[in-house]
């Protein structure tokens, strides 16, 4: 995982996804996330929960279960939300989401962007 705060990439990766409007107002909070090939975009191992917005890329999120079976719930690609039920609550699962390509994510962090997350209502539709 790379993170990049660099305010021409940032704005090109908001100009690109089409959640530009929600997102405008946290701009200076934004950063830009990129991730190889099977690296985890998030896992239950992290200890900085985000919200990313996929950019560019695909990944595919699964479960593991007690048993340690493998289940598929979802696959994602641009636009695919990732954190978005870490907004309103902690979440403790065994939920990962990993990248099947090289994948780019526009980012903010959930600890110290929930009020304005949560007061922007853009965003929470």
């Given amino acids: ?20 409007a929600a997102m405008r107002s946290l701009q200076k909070n934004l950063f830009v996330v990129q991730y190889q090939k099977g690296e985890f975009a998030t896992s239950p191992l992290q200890s900085e929960n985000l919200f990313q917005i996929v950019v560019q890329g695909s990944l595919n999120i699964y479960f593991i279960r007690d048993d340690g079976s493998v289940h598929s719930l979802s696959n994602g690609g641009e636009n695919y939300l990732l954190g978005e039920m870490e907004v309103f609550s902690p979440q403790i699962n065994n939920v990962y989401a990993e990248a099947v390509e090289d994948l780019t994510c526009l980012a903010v962090s959930i600890e110290k962007n929930r009020e304005e997350l949560l007061g922007n209502c853009l965003f929470l539709q």
Avoid at 1 to 20: P, W
Wanted: proline letters at 0%.
């Fill in 1 to 20: 995982m790379r993170k990049s705060y660099d305010q021409a990439l940032i704005e090109a990766c908001l100009r690109q996804t089409k959640y530009e």
